[in-house]
């Protein structure tokens, strides 16, 4: 088995459809590859950053398949080796015949993330960019992929090595008063004259911590559940928003037995929209309701608690009922949008009661809406989609942040940068704290440097094999 860290020639593919592109890279990669081109010259003698045509062969000499050799040159290239991307055919037997003649000549199958990794060894990218390659390759919606183009660009890295170079001040006048005697320096030791300093990382530091949620938000995206009384039109409300008939809908109170779950995006937002089955509770089922509905219903219950936001459907023409008012103030209920539906059949006003259900359910204003809609005809989704988002979006807001991020920064990528940053906030209030409490700088002064440490861990400045491995092993072949 090999390990990340060595230089051998490496070889994988990236990525396949109509054409296919196998990725190489590592010393040697040219002139391991010229023996199985029909032009070996051609490709030796190949400026980087050029194309050359060409087919790939056998070691017999028979050939595979008609390519075209990105060539890179050493140290302008994505892993900053020498190296080229094979175009190719995309069919399943092409891409293996070339794989396998690779392996043959000398290439070694390259591990998860390898070429990232090496990327970053040499200086091409650093943690936060490499780790936006997979945000990339993962990203469900348009604005999931363009905060992580603004990763991979490099707008995170340059904020964090802003703060860490704030924060080295700080360190750095601690530690001075440290290394000389009091008598050589014309301030007082006690009075830390660099806290301000450290203050302002600190508050750019809790900017950037609160900003992790909504960055996760459009990332990974919410499970959205719809909720409500058996013939609420759960089902209808479902189909309407994704505009196509995928549950089915009769004037049967208790059809849905199960939960159906599919992705849809709304302002893009990623969502994992739920319909469920009816909820009542299971004293007032009439006799006969057979086991499977009282799953669902079971189910359904379980799935509420684990909702990032629940639309709970209320039949208009019934209004709002004690078994919606048990249930909505029996669950834990997160953020909630009451969808007042059917709204086609009645004529009289909704928004008027909506303070007396808020004040039933009492829940705060935030996490409130409600909403008057027809999933028949259509009317009030435009609404309900905004709702949705708004509420998404403020419930993974900057809330425990006093200021903002600066300008086109797009927050945190990954778990590792929030942890990271959170240990760094919490080292730098205890410092501070000590600071206030005029306790010795030899103990405050530690604190600091821990806290600049964290910050080098998050960029790559400071980091361990096993992190890196352990890391690097998450990615994708070929990337």
Not at 98 to 127: V, Y
Not at 259 to 279: F, M, V
Not at 310 to 325: R, S, W
Request: hydrophobic share 40%; aromatic share 6%; glycine share 8%.
């Amino acid at each position: 088995m090999r390990n990340y860290g060595d230089t051998c020639p490496i070889a994988a593919q990236a990525a396949q459809g109509a054409l296919a592109l196998v990725r190489t890279s590592g010393q040697g990669t040219l002139k391991l590859l010229a023996p199985v081109f029909s032009r070996p010259q051609a490709l030796l003698d190949a400026q980087g950053n050029t194309i050359v045509y060409g087919w790939i062969h056998d070691s017999a000499g028979s050939p595979i398949d008609e390519v075209l050799v990105s060539v890179y040159r050493t140290p302008h290239s994505y892993t900053g080796e020498d190296g080229a991307d094979i175009s190719c055919h995309g069919g399943s037997a092409a891409v293996k015949m070339l794989l396998l003649t690779l392996r043959k000549a000398g290439f070694e199958d390259a591990l998860p993330g390898e070429f990232t990794f090496r990327a970053f060894m040499n200086g091409k990218l650093d943690l936060t960019r490499s780790e936006s390659v997979m945000e990339l390759v993962s990203a469900k919606t348009k604005e999931g992929l363009e905060h992580a183009v603004k990763r991979l660009s490099g707008v995170l890295e340059r904020e964090i090595k802003t703060i860490r170079d704030t924060l080295l001040e700080a360190v750095s006048a601690a530690e001075l008063y440290l290394d000389y005697p009091e008598e050589e320096i014309d301030e007082d030791p006690g009075s830390f004259s660099y806290s301000e300093t450290a203050e302002d990382a600190l508050r750019r530091l809790r900017v950037l911590a609160s900003s992790y949620d909504r960055e996760r938000l459009y990332q990974e995206g919410a499970l959205t559940v719809i909720a409500g009384r058996p013939n609420a039109g759960k089902s209808s409300l479902f189909n309407a928003l994704l505009n196509e008939d995928r549950s089915i809908v009769t004037d049967t109170p208790g059809t849905t037995r199960d939960w159906i779950e599919t992705s849809l995006t709304i302002e893009g937002i990623p969502l994992r929209l739920t319909d469920t089955a009816g909820l009542r509770d299971p004293s007032s089922c009439p006799s006969g309701t057979d086991e499977a509905e009282m799953l669902g219903i079971q189910r359904s219950r379980e799935l509420t608690e684990e909702a990032d936001i629940i639309l709970y459907i209320v039949d208009a023409c019934e209004g709002f009922q004690k078994e919606d008012e048990k249930f909505l103030t029996e669950v834990s209920v997160p953020f909630l949008i009451l969808v007042w539906n059917k709204i086609d059949l009645i004529e009289h006003e909704i928004a008027s009661r909506a303070p007396i259900i808020a004040e039933i359910l009492q829940l705060p204003p935030r996490s409130f809406a409600i909403v008057p809609v027809s999933a028949r005809t259509g009317k009030g989704l435009e609404e309900l989609s905004a709702s949705i988002a708004g509420l998404l979006i403020q419930k993974a807001s900057y809330s425990s942040a006093a200021d903002t991020l600066p300008e086109g920064s797009p927050g945190l990528g990954t778990l590792r940068q929030k942890e990271l940053i959170e240990k760094a906030v919490v080292l730098l209030e205890d410092a501070l704290s000590m600071t206030a409490r005029n306790e010795p700088l030899d103990l405050i002064s530690p604190l600091l440097r821990e806290s600049l440490n964290a910050l080098g861990e998050i960029t790559g400045e400071i980091s361990s094999a096993g992190i890196l491995e352990t890391m690097f092993s998450r990615f994708c072949l070929g990337k």
